[in-house]
Structure formats: C-alpha cells, structure tokens
C-alpha cells in the first residue's frame, strides 16, 4: 500500500487560513469516510484533531475543520496561532483492510 | 483516564526479534469496542501503521510487514504486545500503541512512545 500524498510544508502568518490536502487513491479516501488527522509536535505522540472526515474530537479547536472531495481530503485551520506550527499526518482506512497514513506536513507560522 | 505505556528493549541485534508490550490503564482491554494497534516513526520521518488486534485476538497487519509482525492481546494482563522478527536497521524508530473505536478512525488515546534501536 502506498502512503497517502501529503505536501511536504506549507506556511502562513497569525490569523490567516491555511489548508494541508491529502491525495488518496479509489482503494482509500476515494471510497471509505474514515480520514482522520493527527497534529504531531517534537517528541510528543500525535494527537487526533478531525476524525471520519469532518468531526473534531472534544477539546479541540473549532478552528480546525476537515472536508474531502473524491480521493482528496483537506485539512482546514483557519485563524492560525503560532501554537499550531507542528507536523500534520492524514490517515484513511483502505479497502484491504489496513490503514494507510500520509507522509506529514509541517505547518510553519511565519 | 486511560492511559497505555509502552515497554520492552531499548536495543535490539539485527536479525533478532522486537518484542514490545503496551500496558493499559484506566479501562478493559477486553471491551469489544476497541481496537488495540501498534505505529512507528522511523527518526525523522512519518509515521507507519503496524497493525491492529481486537479484544477476540482478530488481527491486520501492514502488507509490507506481515510476515514478521504478531500483535496479541493479553486480557491477564489488560496489555498487548507487539514481536516483529528478522530486524534490520530499518526497524529503528518510535513505536507507539494506541486505541481507536472500532467504525471508526476515532484513534484518541496513544502511548508516549518508546524508541527501538536496531544495531549489533
């Protein structure tokens, strides 16, 4: 199985939006609703912030939002805050049964 | 609150077999709600999906790691473990243990990692 197609960085300044893409395949994102998003900072876990495509876990910021649009999901955060610089992994389940994570996107506040 | 907590061998031989175990804390491993997975950081890069046991022992594994990889569950204990076998070099990295809800990709809790370091 391949890894989902993240961009590799992206950057915006405080108070603007931003958005992270992760490119599946029809064996993946394209066919199951089970895309989540996870927010990794320096030698800390990943912690889940979008799961099933669009729902945001309790405690998390209203400023994140999840969407996908056939084999392309999308992760949103509007309102950036320099405590969101950290890296962004995708994962979607897939039709074999397994589940597949991106390649990880760091986010930088400029 | 629940909590897991990996464990197991900082370093291990090349050719060798990782064995690592996730204790469980703050709730049953044996609700049937839950499944129980195992993923790795290499240094420096993303993150790779090991594979995943269900209360019953039901597993699925990483097609690129099948044929080395065994995840049990232990309701003894509340934990469950992870033997991956024939290490290489390329077996370095941060392996976590986390929990997600079974019709779901609702993956909330995870371990703080341990990092496994494959050298002779």
């Known amino acids: 199985q391949s890894a989902l197609t993240q961009p590799a960085s992206v950057s915006g300044s405080p108070g603007q939006s931003i958005t992270i893409s992760c490119i599946g395949t029809?064996?993946?994102?394209?066919?199951?609703?089970?895309v989540s998003w996870y927010q990794q900072n320096p030698g800390k876990a990943p912690k889940l912030i979008i799961y099933?495509?669009?729902n945001r876990p309790s405690g998390v910021s209203n400023r994140f939002s999840g969407s996908k649009s056939g084999n392309t999901a999308s992760l949103v955060i509007s309102g950036l805050q320099a405590e969101d610089e950290a890296v962004y992994y995708c994962?979607?389940?897939?039709?074999?049964?397994?589940?597949?994570f991106g390649g990880g996107t760091k986010l930088t506040v400029l | 609150q629940l909590q897991l907590q990996e464990s197991g061998p900082g370093l291990v031989k090349p050719s060798e077999t990782l064995s690592l175990s996730c204790s469980v804390s703050?709730?049953?491993?044996?609700?049937?709600?839950?499944?129980w997975g195992w993923i790795r950081q290499s240094p420096g890069k993303g993150l790779q999906w090991i594979g995943n046991?269900?209360?019953?022992?039901?597993?699925n594994y990483n097609p690129s790691l099948k044929s080395r990889v065994t995840i049990s569950v232990d309701t003894s204990k509340n934990q469950i473990s992870l033997d991956l076998s024939y290490v290489t070099a390329a077996d370095t990295a941060v392996y976590f243990c986390?929990?997600?809800?079974?019709?779901?990709?609702?993956?909330?809790?995870w371990g703080q990692g341990t990092l496994v370091t494959v050298s002779s």
């Open positions: 986390a929990r997600r809800k079974g019709g779901t990709s609702w993956r909330d809790f």
């Open positions: 703050g709730g049953a491993i044996t609700s049937s709600d839950y499944y």
């Open positions: 046991v269900d209360y019953s022992g039901t597993t």
């Open positions: 029809s064996s993946d994102v394209g066919t199951f609703n089970y």
């Open positions: 099933d495509v669009t």
């Open positions: 994962n979607s389940y897939t039709s074999v049964r397994t589940w597949v």
